[in-house]
């Protein structure tokens, strides 16, 4: 069973934050499905990490090679067999995906209060559900985890 991390992004950009976790994730031996909400906002990622240095390797959902990609850029679930997601963009995500995974990251901008509500929704709905969740901020500087439920015995 897996869990849902939050990532309240307030310094580095998506693209660094979801490059940054996808590398994490393909060094656990996870593949990796992006999940957003529109084709546009996977296009730009898409040219994001193959601007970046170093080689990260990924594809955009709807070619012959969705299945081999180890990092898929989509807007359904599937197409890879990940066992990391990565929700953008407020895309949606299910307690039975969380189930599946290994590990949800749920990235969200801390600048824009619309995503701040959706993801507010989301962490409410998974841990209503039973879904285990972290909560992460870098507003210091660094990654630290802020909450956690359940909350661990102290």
Known sequence: MGAAFFYHLTRNPLPVTLATLAEKSLGAGWRVEVRGRTQA???SLDAALWLREGFLPHG?????HDA???ILLTTSAGGNDASCIICVGGAEISPEDITAADRVCILFD???AAALEHARGQWKSLTAAGA???YWSEESGKWQ???QHPKAEE
Not at 60 to 64: D, E, I, S
């Open 132 to 134: 285990l969740a972290q």
């Open 41 to 43: 906002q996977l296009k």
């Open 110 to 112: 801390g600048h824009d």
């Open 145 to 147: 985890m802020k909450a």
């Open 60 to 64: 955009l959902a709807g070619g012959t």
């Open 68 to 70: 081999a990609q180890p």
